[in-house]
């Protein structure tokens, strides 16, 4: 199946800092990307779709300006947590689209985020 | 928007039995269902999918079958094992929108 890449898979930071998540489809083209954040023993929670080459539109609650999101390419979106909080701690989860089978996403294999 | 509803939670079985999980959704739009399997700190596993137009479809040990009247669908494991036990979740989804998932099951396969 399609393989979806997420850098990095794990990452600390201090409180203050901005943090970057890469997303890439790796033998596909993604037009849509999406990013969830998921808490333990919890669902996945949209944060917001990545369409590429125009704006992302983010779920009701979610701060578009704290948890910027630019999908440049066809195979690439970065989500950077701006001025990272303990509270942001979480797993953040990107899926991708393939463009030729709109039905199907797959997943990236998450990046946990911890800030001190 | 499209609401789905996931039972039970958790769920334990014995090695061998099987398993059952069940979802509903509110939008009758909705077209296509996917059901996913994530072991701890890993990410989700597409393991079987149905379409609208498909009442039930089977692979190997799982199984899906869709009620579209009822708007519901369940997912089935039969002959559990020990590697069957993960959180998995249900999907709805409608052409060119989101995915909107359940909230999960915690299934435990007891050897």
């Known amino acids: 199946g399609a393989v979806v890449s997420q850098h990095p898979s794990r990452v600390i930071c201090k409180s203050g800092t901005s943090v970057k998540i890469e997303c890439r489809s790796l033998?596909?083209?993604?037009?849509?990307m999406f990013w969830y954040r998921q808490f333990p023993k919890q669902s996945l929670m949209l944060m917001a779709t990545?369409?590429?080459?125009?704006?992302?539109?983010?779920e009701q609650g979610v701060e578009k300006d704290k948890f910027l999101i630019n999908h440049a390419s066809l195979t690439l979106s970065t989500l950077t947590v701006t001025s990272a909080h303990p509270e942001d701690s979480s797993f953040y989860i990107c899926?991708?689209?393939?463009?030729?089978?709109?039905?199907?996403?797959?997943f990236g294999p998450g990046t946990r985020l911890l800030v001190l | 928007g499209e609401n789905v509803e996931q039972h039970p939670s958790t769920l334990s079985v014995q090695e061998g039995d099987s398993a059952v999980i069940k979802c509903t959704y509110s939008d009758s739009a909705s077209n296509y269902f996917p059901w996913y399997k994530q072991e701890l700190g890993k990410r989700p596993q597409l393991i079987i999918d149905?379409?609208?137009?498909?009442g039930e479809k089977k692979d190997q040990r799982i199984a899906v079958t869709l009620n579209k009247t009822a708007k519901h669908f369940s997912l089935h494991i039969t002959e559990t094992q020990p590697e069957d036990s993960a959180v998995y979740f249900c999907a709805a989804h409608l052409s060119g929108n989101q995915f909107y998932f359940g909230t999960g099951t915690s299934l435990t396969v007891i050897p």
């Open positions: 033998d596909f083209q993604a037009t849509t």
């Open positions: 899926s991708a689209r393939d463009w030729s089978h709109q039905e199907t996403q797959y």
């Open positions: 149905i379409r609208s137009n498909v």
């Open positions: 990545s369409n590429e080459g125009s704006k992302a539109t983010y």
